[in-house]
């Protein structure tokens, strides 16, 4: 039998076991060892919202704390509490749980499809990279990376705290709105803090550092396609008192804003 793929095990990993009414149980990475990753589990506790809410509303925005560390060696129960059911609107509340104390806690909302007016703030010119040209040790996780001006990262200097990476999954996704929300969800957590970090590169000793992300918001724009190259445009506007925050906007290929994020973290030296 062959081995899943790493987006295989994801989307494994997403497909949550109902244990009764709004309570699931989310499993890890058999490779993981060390702490969860956030991402995953925001991306579980999204899709545990989803199943409580009518199929005609998407999320359009969600806000997240990461409570304790998730330890990656027992599973996570996902209890969702039912906040209100409006007519267009719904919001969910999503505690996740481990050893009968919190991990996690995030409150999502979603929306019935509507017009309204549009705008949004321009995509810089850059153009998705030539798959094909990918080494092989990008292709090793559920989604595909690549940095504009990689190179860049591979000294220790100080750096502005922007970054331009574009993603995509690592072979197909289906098409089901929900599944490509949670996903991009667990991808938005790669790089948020990272970002923040660019301006001190060789001023600290990494192995000395605590780093962790606080909180996580993410605003919904427009139905998102993974089996596409996104932009995932970030920058730091600030870093004090032991925590970074950065912020990231997401786009199609065409310019099309999708999503966007926001991110505080822990940086403790």
Known sequence: MPKPSPLDELLDLLDLETIEQDIFRGYHPKARTKRLFGGQIIAQALIAACRTVAEDRLP?????????????????????????????????????????????????????????????????????????????????????????????????????????????????????????????????DEALLGTSRLPHRGKYDSSRTQIASLDHSIWFHRPINLNDWLLYSLDSPAACAARGYTRGTIYTAEGQLVASCMQEGLIRT
């Open 60 to 188: 359009h925005s969600l806000h997240a704390y990461f409570l304790r560390p998730g330890d990656p060696s027992i599973p996570a129960l996902f209890e969702v509490e039912h906040i209100r059911e409006g007519r267009s609107f719904a919001t969910r509340r999503i505690l996740v749980v481990q050893n009968g104390k919190a991990i996690f806690a995030m409150d999502a909302s979603f929306h019935a499809p509507e017009a309204g007016l549009e705008h949004q703030v321009e995509m810089q010119a850059f153009s998705p990279p030539d798959e094909s040209k990918l080494v092989d040790g990008l292709k090793q996780r559920p989604f595909l990376s690549w940095r504009e001006d990689h190179k860049r990262l591979l000294t220790r200097e100080p750096q502005a705290p922007v970054q331009h990476i574009w993603i995509k999954s690592n072979g197909p996704v289906p098409t089901d709105a929900r599944l490509n929300m949670a996903l991009l969800a667990y991808q938005s």
